[in-house]
C-alpha cells in the first residue's frame, strides 16, 4: 500500500505585538468655568481649561485676551468672580508650590545672594541649608560672578535670571511665566529659555505667556489660544502652528489684528 504523509496542523500565526503603553499626562489644574469681572466688564467669560502636569504649555493670543488675567488667578493674586480653580483633583494646592514671574524683575534692594536667601527664608527653609541651597540656584542662574553685587544694578537678562531661579528657589509643582523675555536681546532671551527648559526637565509644570510664536514653537509641548476670555482652541504646539483649527488662530499667525 502506499504510505501516507501524516496530517500536519498548521503552524499557529504569529503572537501580535505588545501594545505600547500608552502615557497618561494626569491633569494638574483645571479652571472649570472660570468668570473674572473688574470694574462692570468681564474680563474672563466662562473660561474652562485643564493644564496637565508636566511639560510647557504657552498661552498665547491677542492683547486684552486674558492671558495674564488667567496667569494671576493661577498664582492666587485675584479671585474668580464665579467659577472654580481645582488643583490635582479636589485638594489646594499649596502656597510654596506655585511661582510667577512677572515681564518685569521685582528685586529688593540687596544683593544677588541675599535675594536668593530672603526667598528661601520666606518659604520657610531653615538657615543651616539655605546657604547650600542659594549655591545651587546661582549655578542654575549662572550668576557666581554676579552674587555680590547689588541685584538692582544688574542688566535687564540678569535681573530676570536672578528672579527666575529666585521662582525656583522652592522647587515649586508649576512655574508660572508672564512674558519673562519680552524685552530683552537675543542672547538674554536664550538664557531665560534655557532656565525654562530647565524647570521642565526637572518636572515643573511650565506656563508661559508669549507673543512671540517663535518662543512658543521652540519652548512648548502645548498652545492655549485665548480671544476675549475665552479658550478658543488648544492642542499640541506643531499642530497649532501648522494647522490652527480656529479663524482666530488663522488669523493671529497670519499677523492680522483680532478685536
Keep these: 500500500m502506499p504510505s501516507v504523509e501524516p496530517t500536519r496542523k498548521p503552524a499557529p500565526p504569529p503572537a501580535a505585538p505588545p501594545v505600547p503603553a500608552v502615557a497618561v499626562r494626569q491633569v494638574a489644574v483645571t479652571l472649570d468655568r472660570v468668570t473674572f469681572e473688574r470694574g462692570g466688564k468681564r474680563l474672563l467669560d466662562d473660561l474652562t481649561l ?10 498665547m493670543g491677542p492683547n486684552g485676551a486674558g492671558k495674564s488675567l488667567t496667569l494671576r488667578l493661577l498664582a492666587g493674586l485675584i479671585t474668580p468672580t464665579q467659577g472654580r480653580i481645582v ?13 510667577l514671574v512677572f515681564q518685569k524683575p521685582v528685586l529688593f534692594r540687596r544683593t544677588v545672594r541675599a535675594n536668593l536667601d530672603h526667598a528661601l527664608s520666606i518659604y520657610g527653609v531653615p538657615r543651616r541649608l539655605r546657604s547650600a541651597r542659594v549655591d545651587e ?5 549662572q550668576l557666581r560672578g554676579l552674587a555680590d ?39 538674554a532671551t536664550a538664557a531665560i529659555e534655557g532656565l525654562v527648559r530647565g524647570a521642565a526637565a526637572d518636572g515643573v509644570k511650565v506656563v508661559l505667556v508669549t507673543h512671540e510664536s517663535g518662543q512658543a514653537r521652540r519652548l512648548a509641548d502645548d498652545v492655549v ?35
Excluded: K, N
Design 225 to 259: 489660544f485665548l480671544h476675549r476670555g475665552r479658550v478658543v482652541e488648544c492642542g499640541p504646539s506643531p499642530a497649532f502652528f501648522d494647522r490652527p483649527q480656529s479663524a482666530e488662530a488663522r488669523a493671529y499667525l497670519a499677523g492680522l489684528l483680532l478685536v
Design 87 to 99: 488643583w490635582d483633583g479636589d485638594s489646594p494646592i499649596p502656597a510654596r508650590d506655585v511661582a
Design 50 to 59: 485643564s493644564l496637565t502636569r508636566g511639560g510647557i504649555t504657552a498661552l
Design 149 to 187: 553685587r547689588p541685584a538692582r544694578v544688574l542688566s535687564g537678562g540678569e535681573q530676570q535670571r536672578v528672579a527666575m531661579v529666585r521662582a525656583l528657589a522652592a522647587r515649586p509643582r508649576i512655574l508660572l511665566l508672564d512674558e519673562p523675555s519680552a524685552s530683552l536681546d537675543p542672547p
Design 137 to 141: 540656584l546661582l549655578e542654575i542662574g
